[in-house]
């Protein structure tokens, strides 16, 4: 086990006037024990982030320190760490029995039965042990994860890496894996740094979420921060499905007045600070469909999608496209005028300049 700590993380790609900076000025600890997701869209830097833990990119500065001690210019087989990637690289020839205990017979002297016995217990834990005699062809996508992180575990790591292992799943199973990886990492107790692209199993897996965007870490906390309290607007719009509504709003003394004849009487304005206009936030389950004309924006419905439970609504605000979860009874036609409100302690306000929080 071992506590992870990325200091001014920089990694670039290329020559001199064409680089690409992947990853810049990162700074985070992943604690011992942590389960991280790295999140973000593609391009931001997260498998460049992954891969400089692993020792497979050389950093271009910065340090990574695994325990206090650094390991910035150690290569991967000298870092002990595991890694499970997308495709399983499973070695087609071998039983799943060879796959697994492949890195032991690789790296320790142990005896082939010492070998086939934790290789035994490897497969108890992941509940593949009828299956050490087939050869990969012969399993379905899920085994073939399973044997993938059997292989990764064998060799009791430090440090999980892992780049969307579930991606190639489909998606009942992806979800049934999900689980049985958060609970094999509880039951392992690995430090481990997870990368993927979709935030809902990011929000699922994470202890912690790390966002980034454009090579820049974004915010670092648990689910309920990122999705309650985001830093900026970036955040606030990569996390939650469907995204958050953001309409730019004048502050008119205590209103905001908006596109379509948006008004908001709001009362605190302790934030306003000079502002004449802000970005203002509103989450698609915090809209309510006031239905007597009351609500503070009016809107035209542009679609209902019926979802079963709830329904989402479609609406144009103005210029602005809203999207809001109301209960599957509220059905108003499309075309059909109505109204939203929100308590305003779901509000979320971002300056215009520089799309920080502002509350
Ligand atoms: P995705 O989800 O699409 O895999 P990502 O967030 O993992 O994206 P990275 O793969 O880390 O992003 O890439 C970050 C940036 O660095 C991208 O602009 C990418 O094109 C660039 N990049 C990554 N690897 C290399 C490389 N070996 N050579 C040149 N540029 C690279």
Not at 187 to 193: K, N, Y
Not at 215 to 244: C, K, M, W
Not at 325 to 351: A, I, N, Q, T, W
Request: proline share 4%; with cysteine; net charge negative.
């Amino acid at each position: 086990m071992a506590t992870i700590d990325i200091t001014k993380l920089r990694k670039e790609f290329g020559d001199e006037g064409e680089q690409i900076v992947a990853v810049e000025d990162l700074d985070l600890t992943i604690e011992d024990g942590e389960f991280m997701v790295f999140v973000g869209p593609s391009g931001c830097g997260k498998t460049t982030t992954l891969r400089c833990v692993a020792g497979l990119e050389d950093v271009s500065s910065g340090s990574i320190e695994f325990d206090g001690v650094d390991v910035t210019d150690q290569r991967a087989r000298e870092r002990n760490v595991a890694m499970v990637f997308q495709n399983y690289a499973l070695y087609p020839h071998m039983t799943v029995r060879k796959n697994i205990g492949f890195p032991l017979r690789l790296s320790t002297k142990q005896s082939s039965d010492e070998i086939d016995e934790r290789v035994e217990e490897i497969a108890t834990l992941l509940g593949i042990e009828s299956l050490l005699d087939d050869k990969p062809k012969e399993l379905s996508g899920g085994q073939q994860q399973r044997v993938a992180l059997g292989r990764a575990i064998i060799r009791d790591p430090e440090v999980f890496l892992m780049d969307e292992p579930l991606s190639n799943l489909d998606a009942k199973l992806r979800s049934v894996m999900r689980t049985e990886l958060q609970e094999l990492q509880q039951e392992l107790d690995v430090t481990t740094a997870y990368v993927t692209h979709d935030q809902v199993e990011a929000m699922a897996m994470g202890d912690r979420i790390a966002i980034l965007n454009e090579g820049r870490l974004q915010q670092v906390g648990d689910a309920n921060e990122v999705y309650r309290s985001p830093t900026n607007e970036f955040v606030a719009g990569f996390i939650g499905s469907p995204s958050i509504n953001l309409v730019t709003a004048e502050v008119d003394g205590d209103t905001l007045v908006g596109p379509g004849n948006f008004e908001y009487v709001l009362d605190d304005v302790s934030w306003v600070d000079g502002r004449s206009r802000v970005r203002v936030g509103v989450r698609p389950e915090d809209m309510h469909l006031v239905e007597d004309g009351a609500g503070s924006m009016p809107s035209e419905v542009t679609v209902v999608e019926h979802m079963g439970n709830e329904n989402f609504l479609y609406a144009r605000m103005g210029e602005v496209d809203l999207t809001a979860r109301v209960p599957s009874k509220m059905r108003p036609p499309e075309g059909s005028r109505v109204r939203f409100d929100f308590d305003e302690e779901d509000l979320y306000l971002f300056d215009v300049d520089t799309q920080e929080s502002v509350k």
